[in-house]
Every structure is written in C-alpha cells, then in structure tokens.
C-alpha cells in the first residue's frame, strides 16, 4: 500500500502502509506453478475481494480515476475498447500484479499526472494477458497519464514467468517514471517488502531485464548519479532508494526470512543475520535480489510462509518480556518508540494485525486461463487467515468478501473482514492457542486443493464445449466455500471462547459429567486453572519482591481449606470426576 494523504478536519494526515510479496518462480514451485503471495498492510484498510466484470467500450469512451487509497478524483483516461476480467488481483487470463510501497527519495513524490500505483495496477490487469504485456501497459500508462504515487516494488506474474518491476515517479521535475523489470530466474525465489532489492541489472539483456530508457539520464539529471561512472555500476535501489536501519531491520528482513526458510544455499540466514539486525547496512551488505530454492514450494507452503514471525531466528520475539505472558510475536504499535533518549524498534513481522487482506496467487500453464488462475484469498492478518480459492474467470464475489457488508466502523457477522478479526484479536496476548489455529488453518487449505481436484476436472471438461457454464461452475463453488469459510471463523472463535474463558481451560468432564439441566446452568464442565510460566512467575518476583508473598504454607490447615473455598468450581476429584464445592 502507498502512504496517502487525507484530509479530515482540515489536518493533512499522512498514513504509512507497509506490505510483502513473497515470490517463487515456476521451477522453484510444486506443481510447476508460478506463485506469489501478497498481504496489504494497513490499519485503515477494510478487506475486502474486489470485481471488475470483462466490459466492451464505445470509441471514445473515458474512465474515471480515484485514488486507490484515498479515494480522491485524479482525473480520466481513455478506455480501451474490450476490458478482462479481474478478481482481486488476478485477471482471467492468469496474469496477477502485486505491490510493495518503498517510497524511496521524497523529492520524487507528487508527480503530475493521474495514474496512481493502485490504478496502475487494476487498469494493468483489465488491458494485458502476459507478465510482459503488463510490464508495457505499466510504461505506457506512466508515460501517457503520469505518476503521482511513492516508489513501489511491483510482482508482475503469468503462468510462465515472474517479474519485479520497480518504478519511482519525478516529482515536479518531468512527468511520468523511471523504472527497471527484472525477471526472476526459473528455479529462484525472491520478494521485497517496503525497501527497494533491484541495484545493479544488466542493460543488455532484454529477456531478462527491461527498463526505462531514462532510468540512469533522469538520476544524472537531478544529481544522484555521476556520468562519469561506468553504467554498469547504475545501481536503481542505492540511487532512488538507499538502504538505511529500518529498510534493513523492519521491510528487507521480511524477505530475508522467507528465503531463508527456503534456500538452497543452508548458509544464507546466517550470512545476510546482521545486515536484517541493522548491524551492517551499506549497498554492499545487501541480499540477492533472488535466490535458487532448495525445495519445491506449494501454494499451501506459501500461506504458511506468511504465517511467519521470525520463529527461531535472531528475530523471534517471542521471549522477551514485550511478548506478554503468552510468548506471543504480537506488539501493539508504534514500530518505532522511546525509552529516556534511545529510540527502539518492535520487529515488522510478515504475519501483522494491521493486514486488510493477503493472497496467494497461484498461475498454471497448462489449464485455460480462466480456470488456471487461482487467488487463494484471505482477509486480516495471514498469521490466521483461511485462505479460500477464487478462479481469474468468477463472475462475482460472495457476500461475506464483498464491500458494503460492514465497514471498517460497523462489525458485520457476516463479514469475512470482522470474522477472521475477531478470532485474531482473541488469539494475540493467547498465543499458546495460535498455533492450533494456524495448524487448522492450513488444513482447510488443504482440504480446498483436494476439492479443487475434482472440481476443476468437471469445469475443465465442460469448459471444451460452453466455457460459460464452466466458468458459472466454478464462481457458484468458489462462493459458497468462501461463505462457509466466514461461518467456520465464527464457530472457531465460540469454540475459542469457550475452552479459554476466563483464563481458564475449559473441557467436557466426560460423557457422565453433572448435569443440573437448562433451568439450573447445564453440564457441569471441568475447569482447570493453567496459570502462567515460571519464567512469568520469576518477573512478577523481580517487579514486586515481597508484596505478593505468603507468610504461611498453603498446605497449612486454615489455608488450604480457605484456598479450596477461593478457587470454587474449579477443583476437581480426580477419583470421581466431581467438581468440588
Ligand atoms: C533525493 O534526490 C535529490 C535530487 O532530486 C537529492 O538532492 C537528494 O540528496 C536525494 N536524497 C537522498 C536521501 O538520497
Ligand atoms: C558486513 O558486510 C560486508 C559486505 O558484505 C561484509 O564483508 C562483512 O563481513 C559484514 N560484516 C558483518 C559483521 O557481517
């Protein structure tokens, strides 16, 4: 997401997104897929699957632009005459584009112009059918209309081969952008996360590399580059995006985590440890814009690539006091505070609360492009989210995905946004119960490849003789399993409630547990008292010294009978299963 700016009260608020794209080239994937995943970060983002029906347009036709997050008018443009399908992200011929904010150097904001990243995006994926189509429209469309969004990292994807694309406008100097696309390499992952990774690229190879003709003039221009260098040393993220503590420590360390779970090389976390601490940040400290994979990556390995927190790495912050009495990665923020004169950061994790939705894009070659491209689309925090399938040819989004069922000021129950919400909320400061759900998550995903099979066998089939049915087929699918996945959330979440209510845990005593009927509360249940770590304890200890401690044993007669009077409906006689009292 870009920051934008807003006006309310007169007061010209500027709000940061932040947001990752991790990426794995066809060779690299399972099933020889391109896929890419994508979680847009933002605490005022209200998730929801956005549809732009396939349209025919008259000559002379325009369309209006609004800025993506601002929803400002900026101006119209020229339609073209036949438009695709777009579900979310993905078009109907198996073509995705992502995005990450870097923002870069500020003297290149506010350009002229009316194209915004998000526009830029969404009119890309109505007009092209392959990754480099779309690197084309991107071009054109900066050149004709302008520019007027931050520097982004751009995933440009096709069932054949992946691109990131970065682009930074020219301020108030020239209209439109600079940019350089380079593809990622078969067999390779890569990514970025709010810090541009393109620095050197080679200027003669057009397969793999495109660029803006005025990439290096344009930095020469406003003084960021020395024309007597040679241009192969033209570095494009030192020059409009150089590295700096927060590029490393809180967006490239994102990346670094997902590639290192996955590199071929067992050598690379450890390697790139103290550039992503901040320790080492200099150009010559950084990451490989991608990296060979040593193991096949499934769509369903890349939702859990999401779930990431840094466990087990130098980052994991789940030992420190910050991380509450649960171990939860979880820290409210701001990313950035104070204690006396030092400032101190929280780790920006891949799987963050502020999320209004993520997805994985999954691109196959070999089924028609309708069918073969599938958004695995989930809403809030991907640490949780459930991931559903939605097929580039739907025709329509489901109700609890769709805007106007709730809002980011109105908790729907029938909203995917507030259900996936509640239960993240529930789990942050009960992180023990986190990784079952996550676990629970992922196997409803799943069960989804598994229905998919079957599915996708019958849509591909009828789609041979009326691709309008098939594709019908699919979408009414594709639908009410999202439908069910919103109803399933809520479930969890009583589910949740009920077993940790309280501070307790909370379970059946059994088949022959008291039960007093409806009139008098029901079944009595066991309720056992979990208490927290010894670690925990040793802190309390170290706050308080003596304040809490008892002068007598609890074993003592007057004691431990008063304490058995204290802790009511909760002592259970483990010969009879009766709860005491
Ligand atoms: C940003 O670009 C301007 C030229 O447009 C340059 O003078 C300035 O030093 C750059 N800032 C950074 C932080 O690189
Ligand atoms: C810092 O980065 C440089 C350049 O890559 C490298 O030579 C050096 O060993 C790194 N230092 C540490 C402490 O990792």
Redesign the pocket.
């Given at each position: 997401m870009g920051a934008y700016k807003a006006a309310i009260a007169g007061l010209l608020l500027r709000l940061c997104h932040g947001c990752t794209n991790l990426i794995v080239s066809p060779g690299a994937s399972a099933d020889g897929s391109t896929l890419f995943s994508y979680t847009a970060d933002s605490g005022s983002l209200y998730g929801t699957l956005g549809h732009y029906p396939a349209g025919k347009h008259q000559p002379g036709e325009k369309r209006q632009i609004w800025d993506w997050d601002s929803g400002k008018y900026l101006g119209e443009i020229d339609e073209v005459p036949y438009t695709y399908n777009v579900i979310g992200n993905l078009n109907e011929h198996g073509l995705a584009i992502g995005e990450t904010t870097f923002g870069g150097n500020e003297t290149l904001h506010g350009g002229t112009g009316v194209m915004d990243y998000g526009n830029l995006i969404w009119i890309t994926l109505q007009r092209s059918k392959t990754a480099r189509e779309a690197i084309l429209t991107f071009d054109q469309l900066v050149k004709e209309y302008g520019y007027v969004s931050e520097g982004e990292s751009f995933t440009i994807a096709d069932p054949h081969e992946v691109w990131i694309l970065e682009m930074i406008g020219k301020g108030h100097v020239e209209k439109g952008a600079v940019w350089v696309a380079v593809r990622v390499p078969d067999g390779h992952v890569s990514g970025h996360a709010n810090q541009a990774r393109i620095q050197q690229f080679p200027l003669h190879d057009a397969d793999h590399c495109v660029y803006s003709s005025d990439v290096i003039s344009f930095a020469e221009k406003v003084g960021l580059w020395d024309p007597q260098r040679p241009q192969e040393e033209f570095s494009f993220a030192d020059t409009y995006d150089p590295i700096s503590f927060t590029g490393a420590r809180l967006s490239d360390a994102r990346v670094w985590s997902f590639l290192s779970a996955v590199a071929a090389d067992r050598s690379f976390e450890k390697s790139y440890e103290?550039y992503v601490l901040g320790?080492?940040v200099?150009a010559?400290?950084r990451m490989p814009l991608s990296i060979p994979s040593g193991v096949k990556i499934s769509q369903v390995d890349l939702m859990s690539h999401m779930r990431n927190h840094y466990e087990g790495t130098a980052l994991d912050s789940r030992y420190d006091v910050g991380a509450g009495d649960s171990s939860s990665p979880f820290r409210v923020r701001p990313l950035v505070w104070s204690d006396g004169d030092q400032q101190y950061v929280h780790e920006r994790n891949v799987g963050t609360q502020q999320a209004g939705w993520n997805f994985v894009a999954q691109l196959r070659s070999w089924l028609p492009g309708p069918i073969g491209g599938i958004l695995w689309f989930g809403v809030d925090d991907a640490s949780f989210s459930v991931h559903a399938p939605f097929h580039g040819g739907n025709t329509r989004v489901p109700r609890s995905y769709a805007d106007g069922v709730g809002d980011a000021l109105h908790y729907s129950q029938d909203s995917a946004f507030w259900a996936f919400n509640t239960v993240a909320n529930f789990l942050y400061p009960r992180w023990f119960a986190a990784e079952e759900v996550m676990a629970s998550a992922r196997k409803a995903e799943e069960t989804f490849v598994q229905q998919l099979r079957a599915e996708e066998l019958a849509a591909g089939a009828l789609y041979k003789t009326n691709p309008a049915k098939a594709i019908e087929l699919l979408t009414a699918r594709d639908a009410s399993r999202a439908n069910q996945v919103v109803k399933d959330e809520f479930a969890l979440f009583g589910q949740l409630m009920v077993t940790h209510r309280d501070g307790f845990h909370i379970s059946s005593l059994g088949p022959h547990a008291p039960n007093h009927g409806g009139a008098q509360g029901g079944v009595v249940p066991k309720v056992e008292e979990v208490g927290y770590s010894t670690k925990w304890y040793d802190r309390i200890v170290k706050d308080t010294g003596d304040h809490y401690k008892m002068s007598t044993s609890p074993t003592s007669p007057l004691d431990a009978a008063k304490l058995r009077t204290l802790s009511k409906g909760t002592w259970v006689d483990s010969s009879t299963h009766e709860v005491i009292v």
């Open positions: 103290s320790h080492n200099s010559r400290a």
